[in-house]
């Protein structure tokens, strides 16, 4: 896969200024990793809270970093330049690759990539980071389908190493150039993948919740098998990771990989994920799910 990447590299367009639609976790996150590795990025929400929140978590781990003595507080400063909060597409026009981070929305999707493709250059590129839209689905109302493709980040971005390029059924060479070349600036892995529901990674990890789900329904206890799979060798166990993604997003996850597969990943009844959402147990983001938080 790494070769394949490669190959799509060399025929890399420049990618010296970019921009995230969406200052959330997910977006705060992307303008933190362009700017640590030295991609100026416009940083662009609808709402102030939201891109004074994306601020914030950047300068906190950058901070973390000035403690760690991997960063001087120069250099810290320097980085945070980089990152340019807005609530308008003024500079839009210099931008040389968007990637879209708003809530997961297609309606809201649509609106937003439409939008801002009247507004860049001919030759920009825009990504998706949708975790659950098809690619193909999102670039129908676009101009220029060629110049779109996914560019699927993970949560927390700045950790997590693996970026997945999907590649809709229009999507362009030079798209697919353009995003896996950012994806390694930014020090991340690229695999390039095709368009289909869970693209790579969620294909493979949707699975392995549904079998734990199983398990838990059958009466096993949800700790000893987040232990179990510690001892394999896995950084943490399925409920610990379904509490770091949150249960209403692995049941909107698991809904559309089941629309997708129904042979394999449609169920009868309700899932033990599907009863921990029901009852508010989301996870990490309100403090209880198969765990509780402070
Ligand atoms: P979030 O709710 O934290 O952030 C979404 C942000 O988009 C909000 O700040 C909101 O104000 C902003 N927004 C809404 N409409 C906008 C518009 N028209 N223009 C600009 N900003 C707008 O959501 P998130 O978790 O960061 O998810 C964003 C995207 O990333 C989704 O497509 C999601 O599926 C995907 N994703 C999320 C995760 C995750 O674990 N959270 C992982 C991978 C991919």
């Known amino acids: ?24 976790i997910m977006g705060g996150g992307i303008a933190y990793q362009s700017a640590s590795k030295g991609t100026p990025i416009l940083m662009k929400d609808i709402k102030e809270e939201a891109v004074e929140l994306g601020l914030k978590e950047s300068r906190k ?3 973390k970093q000035v403690e760690r003595g991997k960063l001087t507080t120069e250099q810290m400063a320097e980085k945070l330049t980089l990152i340019r909060p807005t609530l308008s597409y003024g ?14 929305n297609p309606k809201v999707k649509d609106a937003v990539l439409t939008e801002v ?28 389908p060629e110049n779109f493709c996914g560019m699927h980040f993970f949560n927390p971005v700045h950790r997590m190493p693996l970026v997945e390029v999907i590649r809709g059924e229009k999507t362009g060479d030079a798209a697919v150039a353009a995003t896996v070349a950012y994806a390694r600036a930014m020090g991340k892995t690229p695999i390039v993948v095709n368009d289909c529901p869970g693209f790579l990674v969620n294909r493979v990890l949707f699975p392995y919740f549904g079998g734990f789900s199983l398990l838990v329904e059958q009466g096993a206890d949800f700790q000893r098998v987040d232990k179990v799979m510690e001892k394999f060798g896995w950084p943490m166990g399925p409920a610990y990771l379904l509490d770091v993604v949150g249960m209403d997003t692995a049941v909107h996850a698991n809904e559309v990989m089941a629309e997708g597969f129904p042979e394999r990943m449609a169920r009868d ?8 959402y029901e009852n508010e147990r989301l996870g990490q983001k309100n403090d209880k799910g198969f765990y509780a938080y402070e």
Do not use: C, P, W, Y
């Not at 367009?13 to 995230?20: E, I, L, S, W």
């Not at 500079?91 to 690759?97: A, E, K, N, P």
């Not at 009844?269 to 921990?276: E, F, H, L």
């Open 269 to 276: 009844g309700k899932t033990a994920i599907q009863v921990m």
């Open 61 to 63: 781990l950058f901070a």
């Open 117 to 144: 493709e009247g507004l860049v250059s001919e030759d920009t590129i825009l990504t998706s980071n949708t975790s659950t839209i098809s690619i193909t689905r999102l670039a129908q109302n676009l101009k220029r």
């Open 91 to 104: 500079d839009f026009g210099h931008v040389d690759l968007v990637v879209e981070a708003v809530v997961e």
């Open 1 to 24: 896969v790494k070769k394949k990447a490669g190959k799509f590299e060399k025929q890399a367009k420049a990618v010296n200024q970019t921009a995230v639609l969406g200052a959330g």
